[in-house]
Protein backbone atom coordinates (compact mmCIF):
# COMPACT_ATOMS: atom_id res chain seq x y z
CA UNK A 1 0.00 0.00 0.00
CA UNK A 2 1.34 3.61 -0.92
CA UNK A 3 2.17 5.70 1.98
CA UNK A 4 1.66 8.79 0.45
CA UNK A 5 -1.03 10.29 -1.96
CA UNK A 6 -1.67 13.46 -3.42
CA UNK A 7 -3.19 16.28 -1.72
CA UNK A 8 -6.82 16.73 -2.26
CA UNK A 9 -5.97 20.53 -2.53
CA UNK A 10 -3.31 20.32 -5.25
CA UNK A 11 -4.02 22.90 -8.66
CA UNK A 12 -1.57 22.01 -11.05
CA UNK A 13 -0.58 23.98 -14.30
CA UNK A 14 1.91 23.04 -17.41
CA UNK A 15 3.99 25.70 -17.93
CA UNK A 16 4.95 26.69 -21.43
CA UNK A 17 8.64 24.85 -20.96
CA UNK A 18 7.23 21.78 -20.47
CA UNK A 19 7.35 21.61 -16.74
CA UNK A 20 4.67 21.35 -14.02
CA UNK A 21 3.83 24.18 -11.54
CA UNK A 22 2.34 22.97 -8.67
CA UNK A 23 0.37 25.03 -5.79
CA UNK A 24 -1.40 23.58 -2.78
CA UNK A 25 -4.47 26.04 -1.81
CA UNK A 26 -3.47 24.33 2.34
CA UNK A 27 -0.12 25.40 2.80
CA UNK A 28 0.03 28.46 -0.26
CA UNK A 29 3.45 26.26 -1.80
CA UNK A 30 4.63 26.72 -5.18
CA UNK A 31 6.87 24.46 -6.44
CA UNK A 32 8.02 23.92 -9.94
CA UNK A 33 8.32 20.14 -11.28
CA UNK A 34 9.88 18.87 -14.50
CA UNK A 35 7.62 15.27 -14.71
CA UNK A 36 3.64 15.69 -13.68
CA UNK A 37 3.35 14.66 -10.28
CA UNK A 38 1.00 12.04 -10.77
CA UNK A 39 3.86 10.11 -12.89
CA UNK A 40 6.22 10.95 -9.57
CA UNK A 41 3.82 9.49 -7.33
CA UNK A 42 3.16 6.66 -9.47
CA UNK A 43 6.94 5.64 -9.81
CA UNK A 44 7.59 5.75 -6.16
CA UNK A 45 8.77 8.44 -4.56
CA UNK A 46 11.81 7.00 -2.89
CA UNK A 47 13.48 7.56 -6.21
CA UNK A 48 13.26 11.23 -5.65
CA UNK A 49 16.48 12.72 -3.98
CA UNK A 50 15.71 13.33 0.01
CA UNK A 51 15.73 17.01 -0.49
CA UNK A 52 12.72 16.96 -3.63
CA UNK A 53 10.52 14.51 -1.28
CA UNK A 54 10.99 16.50 1.42
CA UNK A 55 9.95 19.49 -0.80
CA UNK A 56 6.96 17.84 -1.59
CA UNK A 57 5.81 16.66 1.68
CA UNK A 58 6.75 20.04 3.19
CA UNK A 59 4.77 22.26 0.81
CA UNK A 60 2.06 19.11 1.42
CA UNK A 61 1.65 18.03 -2.47
CA UNK A 62 2.16 14.89 -0.93
CA UNK A 63 0.13 14.03 2.17
CA UNK A 64 0.62 10.51 4.39
CA UNK A 65 -1.83 8.20 2.84
CA UNK A 66 -3.93 7.86 6.09
CA UNK A 67 -4.37 11.94 6.75
CA UNK A 68 -7.72 13.51 6.52
CA UNK A 69 -6.87 17.00 5.00
CA UNK A 70 -10.95 18.18 4.90
CA UNK A 71 -11.04 17.08 8.96
CA UNK A 72 -7.72 19.42 9.20
CA UNK A 73 -9.15 22.27 7.32
CA UNK A 74 -12.59 21.49 8.93
CA UNK A 75 -10.73 21.92 12.65
CA UNK A 76 -8.85 24.77 11.46
CA UNK A 77 -12.38 26.66 10.92
CA UNK A 78 -14.12 25.51 13.29
CA UNK A 79 -11.36 26.34 15.99
CA UNK A 80 -11.63 30.50 13.85
CA UNK A 81 -15.48 30.22 14.12
CA UNK A 82 -15.29 29.66 18.04
CA UNK A 83 -12.25 31.52 18.79
CA UNK A 84 -12.16 34.03 22.15
CA UNK A 85 -10.76 37.14 20.49
CA UNK A 86 -13.63 39.20 20.51
CA UNK A 87 -13.94 40.88 16.93
CA UNK A 88 -15.50 44.25 17.41
CA UNK A 89 -16.57 46.80 14.18
CA UNK A 90 -17.37 49.63 15.78
CA UNK A 91 -19.78 52.17 13.76
CA UNK A 92 -19.53 55.48 15.95
CA UNK A 93 -22.22 57.06 13.35
CA UNK A 94 -23.63 56.33 9.90
CA UNK A 95 -23.66 59.85 8.72
CA UNK A 96 -21.35 60.59 5.93
CA UNK A 97 -20.00 63.85 4.53
CA UNK A 98 -19.51 61.48 1.06
CA UNK A 99 -22.57 60.20 -1.30
CA UNK A 100 -21.23 57.29 -3.18
CA UNK A 101 -23.82 55.93 -5.48
CA UNK A 102 -22.56 52.52 -4.80
CA UNK A 103 -22.86 52.52 -0.92
CA UNK A 104 -25.14 49.14 0.52
CA UNK A 105 -25.97 51.72 3.55
CA UNK A 106 -28.20 53.20 0.95
CA UNK A 107 -28.77 57.29 1.34
CA UNK A 108 -27.68 58.21 4.90
CA UNK A 109 -29.80 60.85 7.06
CA UNK A 110 -28.47 62.83 9.65
CA UNK A 111 -27.72 60.03 12.05
CA UNK A 112 -26.82 60.26 15.79
CA UNK A 113 -23.25 59.49 17.31
CA UNK A 114 -23.01 56.85 20.02
CA UNK A 115 -24.46 57.94 23.41
CA UNK A 116 -22.64 57.74 26.70
CA UNK A 117 -24.78 54.50 27.57
CA UNK A 118 -24.03 52.51 24.42
CA UNK A 119 -20.60 53.50 24.79
CA UNK A 120 -20.23 52.38 28.49
CA UNK A 121 -21.81 48.82 27.30
CA UNK A 122 -19.33 48.45 24.78
CA UNK A 123 -16.60 48.86 27.17
CA UNK A 124 -18.18 46.47 29.38
CA UNK A 125 -18.52 43.96 26.89
CA UNK A 126 -14.75 44.20 25.84
CA UNK A 127 -13.76 43.64 29.65
CA UNK A 128 -15.92 40.49 29.96
CA UNK A 129 -15.39 38.98 26.64
CA UNK A 130 -12.53 40.54 25.35
CA UNK A 131 -10.11 39.01 27.83
CA UNK A 132 -8.32 36.69 25.20
CA UNK A 133 -8.12 39.49 23.27
CA UNK A 134 -9.89 42.33 20.91
CA UNK A 135 -9.67 43.56 17.71
CA UNK A 136 -11.49 47.11 16.35
CA UNK A 137 -12.42 47.91 13.39
CA UNK A 138 -13.48 51.27 12.88
CA UNK A 139 -16.58 51.50 10.37
CA UNK A 140 -19.34 54.01 9.35
CA UNK A 141 -20.92 55.66 7.77
CA UNK A 142 -17.84 57.74 7.50
CA UNK A 143 -15.99 56.79 11.36
CA UNK A 144 -13.95 60.35 11.22
CA UNK A 145 -17.16 62.07 11.93
CA UNK A 146 -16.64 61.13 14.67
CA UNK A 147 -12.86 61.32 15.56
CA UNK A 148 -13.01 62.65 19.14
CA UNK A 149 -15.53 60.02 20.57
CA UNK A 150 -14.05 57.26 18.60
CA UNK A 151 -10.52 58.21 19.94
CA UNK A 152 -12.42 58.04 23.60
CA UNK A 153 -13.81 54.40 23.29
CA UNK A 154 -10.57 53.17 21.83
CA UNK A 155 -8.48 54.53 24.85
CA UNK A 156 -11.34 53.27 27.40
CA UNK A 157 -11.68 49.82 25.10
CA UNK A 158 -7.79 49.79 25.68
CA UNK A 159 -8.30 50.41 29.49
CA UNK A 160 -10.39 46.85 30.23
CA UNK A 161 -8.80 44.95 27.30
CA UNK A 162 -6.10 43.61 25.75
CA UNK A 163 -6.43 45.47 22.07
CA UNK A 164 -4.39 43.32 19.30
CA UNK A 165 -5.36 45.28 16.10
CA UNK A 166 -6.75 47.83 15.23
CA UNK A 167 -7.74 49.24 11.96
CA UNK A 168 -10.06 52.06 9.89
CA UNK A 169 -12.28 51.80 6.95
CA UNK A 170 -12.26 55.45 5.58
CA UNK A 171 -12.71 57.96 2.57
CA UNK A 172 -9.95 59.30 3.52
CA UNK A 173 -11.18 63.20 3.53
CA UNK A 174 -10.92 64.05 6.69
CA UNK A 175 -7.58 62.00 7.35
CA UNK A 176 -4.99 65.21 7.64
CA UNK A 177 -1.84 64.80 8.90
CA UNK A 178 -2.47 65.57 12.26
CA UNK A 179 -5.75 63.22 12.35
CA UNK A 180 -3.27 60.10 10.98
CA UNK A 181 -0.33 61.06 13.52
CA UNK A 182 -3.18 61.04 16.22
CA UNK A 183 -4.98 58.06 15.40
CA UNK A 184 -1.78 55.96 15.05
CA UNK A 185 -0.34 57.10 18.64
CA UNK A 186 -3.81 56.03 19.39
CA UNK A 187 -2.83 52.52 18.57
CA UNK A 188 -4.47 52.29 14.55
CA UNK A 189 -2.50 50.54 12.84
CA UNK A 190 -3.84 49.95 9.17
CA UNK A 191 -6.30 52.47 7.58
CA UNK A 192 -8.48 51.50 3.84
CA UNK A 193 -8.89 54.31 1.44
CA UNK A 194 -10.67 54.33 -1.95
CA UNK A 195 -9.90 56.18 -4.66
CA UNK A 196 -11.93 55.10 -7.46
CA UNK A 197 -9.96 56.66 -10.58
CA UNK A 198 -8.14 59.83 -11.64
CA UNK A 199 -10.21 62.92 -10.70
CA UNK A 200 -12.92 62.97 -13.47
CA UNK A 201 -14.07 58.91 -12.72
CA UNK A 202 -13.48 59.79 -8.61
CA UNK A 203 -15.57 62.94 -8.22
CA UNK A 204 -18.42 61.40 -10.38
CA UNK A 205 -18.41 58.61 -7.98
CA UNK A 206 -17.73 59.57 -4.64
CA UNK A 207 -18.76 62.95 -4.03
CA UNK A 208 -20.05 64.94 -0.96
CA UNK A 209 -23.51 65.98 0.08
CA UNK A 210 -23.35 69.01 -2.20
CA UNK A 211 -21.83 67.38 -5.18
CA UNK A 212 -18.16 68.53 -4.81
CA UNK A 213 -15.70 66.14 -6.20
CA UNK A 214 -13.12 64.59 -3.38
CA UNK A 215 -10.08 63.67 -5.24
CA UNK A 216 -8.18 66.43 -4.51
CA UNK A 217 -8.65 66.09 -0.63
CA UNK A 218 -8.13 62.71 -0.19
CA UNK A 219 -4.57 63.02 -2.53
CA UNK A 220 -3.76 66.37 -0.60
CA UNK A 221 -4.36 64.09 2.72
CA UNK A 222 -2.43 61.12 1.48
CA UNK A 223 1.07 63.39 0.21
CA UNK A 224 0.78 64.48 3.50
CA UNK A 225 0.61 61.58 5.83
CA UNK A 226 3.87 60.06 6.77
CA UNK A 227 2.74 56.59 5.81
CA UNK A 228 3.40 54.13 3.21
CA UNK A 229 1.54 50.74 1.63
CA UNK A 230 2.02 49.16 5.02
CA UNK A 231 -0.48 51.03 7.16
CA UNK A 232 -2.23 52.42 4.42
CA UNK A 233 -4.17 50.59 1.34
CA UNK A 234 -5.85 51.93 -1.53
CA UNK A 235 -9.13 50.12 -2.80
CA UNK A 236 -10.60 51.19 -6.11
CA UNK A 237 -13.89 49.94 -6.66
CA UNK A 238 -14.24 48.84 -10.20
CA UNK A 239 -17.30 47.78 -12.68
CA UNK A 240 -17.09 48.90 -16.48
CA UNK A 241 -17.53 52.06 -16.38
CA UNK A 242 -14.28 52.58 -14.30
CA UNK A 243 -12.24 49.61 -14.92
CA UNK A 244 -9.92 51.16 -17.72
CA UNK A 245 -8.89 54.01 -15.39
CA UNK A 246 -7.27 51.03 -12.86
CA UNK A 247 -3.97 51.93 -15.20
CA UNK A 248 -4.01 55.51 -15.22
CA UNK A 249 -4.04 56.06 -11.64
CA UNK A 250 -1.33 53.41 -11.18
CA UNK A 251 0.74 55.52 -13.03
CA UNK A 252 -0.67 58.67 -11.59
CA UNK A 253 0.38 57.02 -7.86
CA UNK A 254 3.39 55.68 -9.44
CA UNK A 255 4.84 59.15 -10.71
CA UNK A 256 4.13 61.26 -8.08
CA UNK A 257 7.49 61.16 -5.42
CA UNK A 258 4.92 61.45 -2.21
CA UNK A 259 2.54 59.06 -3.44
CA UNK A 260 4.56 56.11 -4.83
CA UNK A 261 5.24 54.70 -1.42
CA UNK A 262 1.04 53.19 -1.72
CA UNK A 263 1.33 51.88 -4.78
CA UNK A 264 2.44 48.43 -3.39
CA UNK A 265 -1.36 48.28 -1.05
CA UNK A 266 -3.37 49.83 -4.09
CA UNK A 267 -5.35 46.48 -4.95
CA UNK A 268 -8.70 46.39 -7.34
CA UNK A 269 -12.34 45.11 -6.11
CA UNK A 270 -15.39 44.64 -7.70
CA UNK A 271 -18.47 46.33 -6.86
CA UNK A 272 -21.15 43.90 -5.64
CA UNK A 273 -24.58 44.15 -7.36
CA UNK A 274 -26.50 43.71 -3.79
CA UNK A 275 -29.83 42.76 -4.81
CA UNK A 276 -31.22 44.70 -1.12
CA UNK A 277 -29.73 48.13 -2.56
CA UNK A 278 -31.27 50.03 -5.54
CA UNK A 279 -27.83 51.47 -7.17
CA UNK A 280 -28.12 53.09 -10.06
CA UNK A 281 -24.50 51.24 -10.72
CA UNK A 282 -25.87 47.94 -10.59
CA UNK A 283 -25.97 47.01 -14.76
CA UNK A 284 -21.98 47.80 -14.77
CA UNK A 285 -21.23 45.38 -12.11
CA UNK A 286 -18.97 42.20 -13.00
CA UNK A 287 -19.98 38.74 -11.69
CA UNK A 288 -17.17 37.53 -9.86
CA UNK A 289 -15.94 34.88 -13.07
CA UNK A 290 -16.04 38.06 -15.59
CA UNK A 291 -14.32 40.24 -12.71
CA UNK A 292 -11.81 37.68 -12.52
CA UNK A 293 -10.39 37.90 -16.18
CA UNK A 294 -10.61 41.69 -16.38
CA UNK A 295 -8.54 41.71 -13.11
CA UNK A 296 -5.04 39.58 -15.48
CA UNK A 297 -5.83 41.70 -18.09
CA UNK A 298 -5.29 44.58 -15.88
CA UNK A 299 -2.56 42.87 -14.20
CA UNK A 300 -0.85 42.29 -16.95
CA UNK A 301 -1.02 46.25 -18.22
CA UNK A 302 -0.28 46.86 -14.64
CA UNK A 303 3.20 44.94 -14.55
CA UNK A 304 4.39 46.37 -17.77
CA UNK A 305 3.62 49.86 -17.24
CA UNK A 306 4.95 50.44 -13.45
CA UNK A 307 6.72 46.88 -13.00
CA UNK A 308 3.93 46.42 -9.99
CA UNK A 309 2.52 42.83 -9.59
CA UNK A 310 -1.24 42.74 -8.21
CA UNK A 311 -1.63 39.10 -8.93
CA UNK A 312 -0.79 37.68 -5.45
CA UNK A 313 -0.80 33.82 -5.19
CA UNK A 314 -3.48 33.10 -2.41
CA UNK A 315 -2.70 31.98 0.59
CA UNK A 316 -5.01 29.51 2.87
CA UNK A 317 -7.09 30.79 5.58
CA UNK A 318 -8.84 30.15 9.03
CA UNK A 319 -12.47 32.18 8.06
CA UNK A 320 -13.35 33.95 4.73
CA UNK A 321 -14.50 36.66 7.24
CA UNK A 322 -15.63 37.38 10.25
CA UNK A 323 -19.45 37.74 9.76
CA UNK A 324 -20.11 34.20 10.88
CA UNK A 325 -17.26 33.89 13.98
CA UNK A 326 -19.00 33.46 17.12
CA UNK A 327 -17.81 36.89 18.83
CA UNK A 328 -17.49 39.13 16.05
CA UNK A 329 -20.14 42.08 16.68
CA UNK A 330 -20.50 44.92 14.08
CA UNK A 331 -22.21 47.27 16.27
CA UNK A 332 -24.10 50.54 14.99
CA UNK A 333 -24.37 53.98 16.71
CA UNK A 334 -27.56 53.08 19.01
CA UNK A 335 -26.17 49.75 20.44
CA UNK A 336 -27.64 47.81 17.54
CA UNK A 337 -25.79 44.68 17.19
CA UNK A 338 -25.09 43.41 12.95
CA UNK A 339 -23.14 40.39 11.80
CA UNK A 340 -22.19 41.63 8.69
CA UNK A 341 -20.46 44.66 7.35
CA UNK A 342 -22.91 45.41 4.32
CA UNK A 343 -26.17 44.35 7.47
CA UNK A 344 -25.45 48.28 8.86
CA UNK A 345 -28.24 50.17 8.99
CA UNK A 346 -30.75 47.64 7.70
CA UNK A 347 -32.93 47.52 10.68
CA UNK A 348 -34.17 43.85 9.50
CA UNK A 349 -30.74 42.88 10.04
CA UNK A 350 -30.17 43.59 13.89
CA UNK A 351 -29.25 40.31 15.91
CA UNK A 352 -29.27 41.79 19.22
CA UNK A 353 -28.40 45.21 21.31
CA UNK A 354 -25.46 45.68 22.84
CA UNK A 355 -25.85 44.95 26.81
CA UNK A 356 -29.28 43.03 26.42
CA UNK A 357 -30.63 39.75 25.86
CA UNK A 358 -32.74 39.98 23.19
CA UNK A 359 -32.65 38.80 20.04
CA UNK A 360 -34.91 41.23 17.78
CA UNK A 361 -34.14 38.56 14.48
CA UNK A 362 -33.38 35.00 15.16
CA UNK A 363 -33.47 33.63 11.75
CA UNK A 364 -30.93 36.46 11.10
CA UNK A 365 -28.38 35.23 13.67
CA UNK A 366 -29.44 31.58 13.10
CA UNK A 367 -28.19 32.25 9.89
CA UNK A 368 -24.56 33.04 10.52
CA UNK A 369 -24.41 30.63 13.79
CA UNK A 370 -25.19 27.96 11.46
CA UNK A 371 -23.64 28.70 8.34
CA UNK A 372 -20.54 26.65 7.35
CA UNK A 373 -19.02 25.70 4.47
CA UNK A 374 -18.73 22.12 4.86
CA UNK A 375 -22.34 21.19 4.32
CA UNK A 376 -21.94 21.40 0.92
CA UNK A 377 -20.30 18.99 -1.15
CA UNK A 378 -19.42 21.33 -4.00
CA UNK A 379 -16.97 23.15 -1.70
CA UNK A 380 -15.75 20.20 0.38
CA UNK A 381 -14.50 18.65 -2.68
CA UNK A 382 -13.23 21.56 -4.32
CA UNK A 383 -9.24 22.01 -4.42
CA UNK A 384 -8.69 25.33 -3.15
CA UNK A 385 -11.31 25.51 -0.24
CA UNK A 386 -8.75 26.12 2.64
CA UNK A 387 -8.21 29.64 0.44
CA UNK A 388 -12.11 30.46 0.04
CA UNK A 389 -13.70 28.58 2.95
CA UNK A 390 -17.25 29.08 1.20
CA UNK A 391 -16.33 32.52 0.11
CA UNK A 392 -19.23 35.28 1.11
CA UNK A 393 -22.54 33.92 3.14
CA UNK A 394 -24.66 36.94 2.79
CA UNK A 395 -24.34 36.02 -1.19
CA UNK A 396 -26.00 33.06 -0.31
CA UNK A 397 -28.31 34.61 2.20
CA UNK A 398 -29.37 37.63 -0.08
CA UNK A 399 -29.88 34.94 -2.66
CA UNK A 400 -27.59 36.42 -5.32
CA UNK A 401 -26.28 32.82 -5.42
CA UNK A 402 -26.63 29.20 -4.50
CA UNK A 403 -24.38 27.66 -2.07
CA UNK A 404 -21.45 26.77 -3.62
CA UNK A 405 -21.21 29.30 -5.96
CA UNK A 406 -20.25 32.34 -4.23
CA UNK A 407 -17.04 30.89 -5.47
CA UNK A 408 -13.62 33.58 -4.99
CA UNK A 409 -12.42 35.21 -8.37
CA UNK A 410 -9.25 32.37 -7.88
CA UNK A 411 -11.02 29.36 -8.54
CA UNK A 412 -11.77 30.59 -12.59
CA UNK A 413 -8.32 31.89 -12.68
CA UNK A 414 -6.20 30.13 -10.48
CA UNK A 415 -3.72 28.63 -13.16
CA UNK A 416 -3.06 32.08 -14.77
CA UNK A 417 -2.45 33.63 -11.61
CA UNK A 418 0.59 30.98 -11.08
CA UNK A 419 1.31 31.37 -14.38
CA UNK A 420 1.97 35.16 -13.78
CA UNK A 421 3.77 34.74 -10.28
CA UNK A 422 6.25 32.37 -11.90
CA UNK A 423 6.88 34.49 -14.55
CA UNK A 424 7.37 37.43 -12.28
CA UNK A 425 9.59 35.36 -10.23
CA UNK A 426 11.44 34.67 -13.30
CA UNK A 427 11.47 38.11 -14.63
CA UNK A 428 12.96 39.21 -10.91
CA UNK A 429 15.81 36.47 -11.01
CA UNK A 430 16.82 37.99 -14.51
CA UNK A 431 16.70 41.37 -13.14
CA UNK A 432 19.23 39.91 -10.18
CA UNK A 433 21.20 38.02 -12.31
CA UNK A 434 21.79 41.35 -14.88
CA UNK A 435 22.46 43.09 -12.16
CA UNK A 436 25.38 40.88 -11.04
CA UNK A 437 26.93 40.69 -14.28
CA UNK A 438 26.87 44.57 -14.66
CA UNK A 439 28.59 45.03 -10.73
CA UNK A 440 30.90 42.30 -11.66
CA UNK A 441 32.11 44.59 -14.90
CA UNK A 442 32.77 47.53 -13.10
S1 LIG B 1 -20.48 38.13 4.79
FE1 LIG B 1 -19.69 38.91 2.83
S2 LIG B 1 -20.42 41.02 2.73
FE2 LIG B 1 -20.64 40.38 4.86
S3 LIG B 1 -18.77 41.05 5.88
FE3 LIG B 1 -18.42 38.94 5.17
S4 LIG B 1 -17.48 39.12 3.13
FE4 LIG B 1 -18.39 41.11 3.67
S1 LIG C 1 -17.50 28.60 -2.88
FE1 LIG C 1 -16.57 27.78 -4.76
S2 LIG C 1 -14.36 28.24 -4.60
FE2 LIG C 1 -15.27 28.51 -2.57
S3 LIG C 1 -14.93 26.55 -1.55
FE3 LIG C 1 -16.98 26.48 -2.43
S4 LIG C 1 -16.69 25.57 -4.47
FE4 LIG C 1 -14.66 26.22 -3.75
Not at 206 to 235: C, E, K, M, P, Y
Request: neutral net charge.
Amino acid sequence: MQKYRLSAFNVTVQTDRGSELLYNSNTGAVLEVAAPLKNILENGIDLLSYSAQERLLEGGFLVDAEDNELEMVRFRYERAKHSPILVLTLCPTLSCNLRCGYCYEGEPTVQPVMSEEVIRRIVDLAAKMGRSGVTITWYGGEPLLAKDLLVSIQKRISDVAPVMHCSMVTNGTLLDARTYEMLVKCGLKRFQITVDGMPHIHNTRRATITGRGTFDAVINNLRQIQADHSTISIRVNLDRSNLDGYLNLMRFFAGDARLARYVRGMYPARVTNWPSVPCRWSALCYSEEEFGTEYLRLADEVYAAVGESIVQVPVPRNTYCSASAENSLVIGPLGEIYKCWTSVGNPSAIVGYVGEDMVPNKAELDFWRSWTPFSNERCCSCNILPVCLGGCPAMVKSKMVAIGHQCVREKHIIGEVLLRAQRRLMNERNVQCQEGLESRRQ
